[in-house]
T-cell receptor, first 113, second 113 residues
Framework: GNSVTQMQGQVTLSEEEFLFINCTYS??????LFWYVQYPGEGPQLLLK?????NKGSSRGFEATYDKGTTSFHLQKASVQESDSAVYYC????????????FGKGTSLVVHP | DMKVTQMPRYLIKRMGENVLLECGQD?????MYWYRQDPGLGLQLIYI???????SEGDIPKGYRVSRKKREHFSLILDSAKTNQTSVYFC????????????FGKGTRLTVV
């Protein structure tokens, strides 16, 4: 079946540092990949998505490349701000049958001023 | 304004009591979801509903049941709540088709004492 692995439970950075959140996935077919962000007291919301393998998606300074060769979809940002502190979920869509997305366990980002 | 609304936002129940969590969406989405979120475990899928009276078990359905009698409403029921069901519960919905965005509510924090 489908699976998503986020090895980092928490990432702690200072403002203006580079962010890298690791995400790998396992699936058959060619599903879409997503990153969701959850701010304190809110539900998760879509940050970005990439539908086609080997393409890059970007939003609000965040980027992720759908790498089918390494089955990875890492999230990056050149310079984080305190307001980026949140939980980030890597999500694998599904292809065929009823839709059932697969969420990773999430990575908590803490950015200190 | 597209949104998923959860009621109540906070709830305290005694062990053995019945619990009803309600969710509504104003986007006419066919698919709705119930997740629970616990520290270190991320979002775990309890049930999916693909339309009225078309419900499927998710990854952790034990101890829960659901009801969907109208497309815009999806209820989660805990018969005889247990302390290990203390969690934050999220309802979500998505439009038809594969690899679509999932829209989340703000969550209900349930404490079972």
């Amino acid at each position: 079946g489908n699976s998503v692995t986020q090895m980092q439970g928490q990432v702690t950075l200072s403002e203006e540092e580079f962010l890298f959140i690791n995400c790998t996935y396992s699936t058959t077919g060619y599903p879409t990949l997503f990153w969701y962000v959850q701010y304190p007291g809110e539900g998760p919301q879509l940050l970005l998505k990439v539908t086609t393998a080997n393409n890059k998606g970007s939003s609000r300074g965040f980027e992720a490349t759908y790498d089918k060769g390494t089955t990875s979809f890492h999230l990056q940002k050149a310079s984080v701000q305190e307001s980026d502190s949140a939980v980030y979920y890597c999500v694998l869509g599904s292809s065929g049958g009823n839709y059932k997305p697969t969420f990773g366990k999430g990575t908590s980002l803490v950015v200190h001023p | 304004d597209m949104k998923v609304t959860q009621m109540p936002r906070y709830l305290i129940k005694r062990m053995g009591e019945n619990v009803l969590l309600e969710c509504g969406q104003d986007m006419s989405h066919e698919t709705m979801y119930w997740y629970r979120q616990d520290p270190g475990l991320g979002l775990q899928l309890i049930y999916i509903s693909y339309d009225v009276d078309s419900n499927s078990e998710g990854d952790i359905p034990k101890g829960y049941r659901v009801s969907r009698k109208k497309r815009e409403h999806f209820s989660l029921i805990l018969d005889s709540a247990k302390t290990n069901q203390t969690s934050v519960y999220f309802c979500a919905s998505s439009p038809p088709g594969q690899n679509t965005e999932v829209f989340f509510g703000k969550g209900t924090r349930l404490t079972v004492v």
